[in-house]
């Protein structure tokens, strides 16, 4: 027989797919001892850079944040990347979409 189709079910979209990513890169930031304004401090950035990059494009946030997890841009923002490992120049306009906050999200749910 025919399981009923939920009518909630839900799409991954692009917000979906960024928050997932922001998430997944302070993880592994925490999982090795390390925190958004330490990265700032340690590669000499503006305070306040390494935590904009997780949202918006940064070339030298994305180089230190992979610099400090000893891994490479392209594998933790594969959406700014070619899967070659080059920059994409310009940026698609989806990688500056701001997701929602927390609560934007969680009143969104209620209702």
Wanted: charged share 30%; no cysteine; aromatic share 4%.
């Amino acid at each position: 027989m025919h399981r009923l189709q939920r009518a909630d079910k839900q799409t991954t979209t692009t917000v979906d797919k960024k928050i997932s990513e922001i998430t997944t890169i302070k993880s592994k930031l925490f999982e090795a001892g390390l925190t958004l304004l330490q990265v700032d401090r340690l590669y000499d950035l503006p305070r306040g850079t390494a935590g904009t990059t997780l949202r918006e494009p940064n070339v030298k946030g994305e180089r230190a944040i992979a610099a400090a997890l000893g891994t490479r841009p392209e594998l933790l923002w594969r959406t700014r990347y070619h899967a070659s490992g080059l920059r994409k120049s310009p940026q698609p306009r989806d990688n500056y979409v701001r997701p929602s906050t927390m609560a934007q999200r969680q009143i969104g749910a209620r209702a």
